[in-house]
T-cell receptor, first 113, second 115 residues
Framework: EPEVTQTPSHQVTQMGQEVILRCVPI?????FYWYRQILGQKVEFLVS????????KSEIFDDQFSVERPDGSNFTLKIRSTKLEDSAMYFC???????????FGPGTRLTVT | AQTVTQSQPEMSVQEAETVTLSCTYD???????LFWYKQPPSRQMILVIR??????QNATENRFSVNFQKAAKSFSLKISDSQLGDTAMYFC????????????FGSGTKLNVKP
């Protein structure tokens, strides 16, 4: 069964550094999402992406964040200058056109030191 | 704004027994979807069950069923004949109808199934 994959599984970076988290959504899906979960807190929506543009973003998703679909398979989340509070589990998800079910990846644990 | 509340951070159940996980939500929307996702240890979240708010009949998927009380804004998950493989984090989630964008998640309930 097709799955969403994410790399790396764990990323450690220093404060102020740029990180890129990578996701490969399911191939026929058209909607892509990023969520994050700070340890012990709720899973929070960051951004959704459709037709090569952001369709919705949360207040968390400020100018430090960007998303891109550089080719036909990858979907990336970039954090330009990481802060300690960016330490979290980041989940990528994808869904088919006009379908409500989202398929989640296993997550990337980002640790900012 | 929508909020989803799961008031049970952790629960335990004996194998083969039945357990109910609670979820309440707050919304001014009349049409929406509710979901339960399961996240096994070190694995991705997978959909367990989905309920459309316009349907009065409670959704059922094998051993999993929901008790959807729209007026009370309650959406509990019942797991019958619990199995060791049901050990996981369970998230309740809300999505507005027509909004193929975001889930609003609860904080999760960690379920331990004991042999």
């Amino acid at each position: 069964e097709p799955e969403v994959t994410q790399t790396p599984s764990h990323q450690v970076t220093q404060m102020g550094q740029e990180v890129i988290l990578r996701c490969v959504p399911i191939s026929n899906h058209l909607y892509f999402y990023w969520y994050r979960q700070i340890l012990g807190q709720k899973v929070e929506f960051l951004v959704s992406f459709y037709n090569n543009e952001i369709s919705e973003k949360s207040e968390i998703f400020d100018d430090q964040f960007s998303v891109e679909r550089p080719d036909g398979s990858n979907f990336t989340l970039k954090i330009r200058s990481t802060k300690l509070e960016d330490s979290a589990m980041y989940f990528c998800a994808s869904s088919e056109y006009h379908k409500y079910e989202q398929y989640f990846g296993p997550g990337t644990r980002l640790t900012v030191t | 704004a929508q909020t989803v509340t799961q008031s049970q951070p952790e629960m335990s159940v004996q194998e083969a027994e039945t357990v109910t996980l609670s979820c309440t939500y707050d919304t001014s929307e009349s049409d929406y979807y509710l979901f339960w996702y399961k996240q096994p240890p070190s694995r991705q979240m997978i959909l367990v069950i989905r309920q459309e708010a316009y349907k009065q009949q409670n959704a059922t998927e094998n051993r999993f069923s929901v008790n959807f009380q729209k007026a009370a804004k309650s959406f509990s998950l019942k797991i019958s004949d619990s199995q060791l493989g049901d050990t996981a984090m369970y998230f309740c989630a809300f999505m507005k109808h027509g909004n193929f964008n975001k889930f609003y998640f609860g904080s999760g309930t960690k379920l331990n199934v004991k042999p």
